[in-house]
T-cell receptor
Framework: AQSVTQLGSHVSVSEGALVLLRCNYS??????LFWYVQYPNQGLQLLLK??????LVKGINGFEAEFKKSETSFHLTKPSAHMSDAAEYFC???????????FGKGTTLSVSS | EAQVTQNPRYLITVTGKKLTVTCSQN?????MSWYRQDPGLGLRQIYY???????DKGDVPEGYKVSRKEKRNFPLILESPSPNQTSLYFC????????????FGPGTRLLVL
């Protein structure tokens, strides 16, 4: 069965610093992988998704993620954090039947000035 | 504007009093789904629907019902709410399956006393 592990429930960075949010997945089939962001009191918004077209995926707001099959990882990065990036981030994988997203437990990103 | 709407956004109720949370999308999507979000657990799927009159259980369906009589609407019904159903609920939709980008509603925060 598919599963997702997000390492670190809380990540704190300074404004301008590199953002790295870690995600490892387990899947018995080629995965469809997603990163979503949730701002306070809002729904989830898609940041980016991997569907096997390219291993380096660029998303919105300067975020990108690299699919590494050998490491079963899909870490999210941004070169320079901005205060507006403070939010909760979820990594997700589509289940094998294609009927649901399996979410990680989320990582809260704090950005300090 | 393409969107998923949910009503109500906030609800306080008492144990055993039936309630319905509505979900509507204006993107002509075939797939719709309900998730609940709990601290430290991420999002978990309650029910999903692949098309009109086609619904199935997700990972945590106990205590919930759904219906899909029209393509745009997918209400979530709690016939006898209990305190363990206190949670944040999200409706989502996508073009045809759970492998595609899912668009999320703003969420419904439910408190069952």
């Amino acid at each position: 069965a598919q599963s997702v592990t997000q390492l670190g429930s809380h990540v704190s960075v300074s404004e301008g610093a590199l953002v790295l949010l870690r995600c490892n997945y387990s899947s018995s089939v080629p995965p469809y992988l997603f990163w979503y962001v949730q701002y306070p009191n809002q729904g989830l918004q898609l940041l980016l998704k991997y569907t096997s077209a390219a291993t380096l995926v660029k998303g919105i707001n300067g975020f990108e993620a690299e699919f590494k099959k050998s490491e079963t990882s899909f870490h999210l990065t941004k070169p320079s954090a901005h205060m507006s990036d403070a939010a909760e981030y979820f990594c997700a994988v589509s289940n094998q039947a294609g009927t649901a997203l399996i979410f990680g437990k989320g990582t809260t990103l704090s950005v300090s000035s | 504007e393409a969107q998923v709407t949910q009503n109500p956004r906030y609800l306080i109720t008492v144990t055993g009093k039936k309630l319905t949370v509505t979900c509507s999308q204006n993107m002509n999507h075939e797939y719709m789904s309900w998730y609940r979000q709990d601290p430290g657990l991420g999002l978990r799927q309650i029910y999903y629907s692949m098309n009109v009159e086609v619904t199935d259980k997700g990972d945590v369906p106990e205590g919930y019902k759904v219906s899909r009589k029209e393509k745009r609407n997918f209400p979530l019904i709690l016939e006898s709410p209990s305190p363990n159903q206190t949670s944040l609920y999200f409706c989502a939709s996508s073009y045809s399956s759970g492998q595609e980008t899912q668009y999320f509603g703003p969420g419904t925060r439910l408190l069952v006393l």
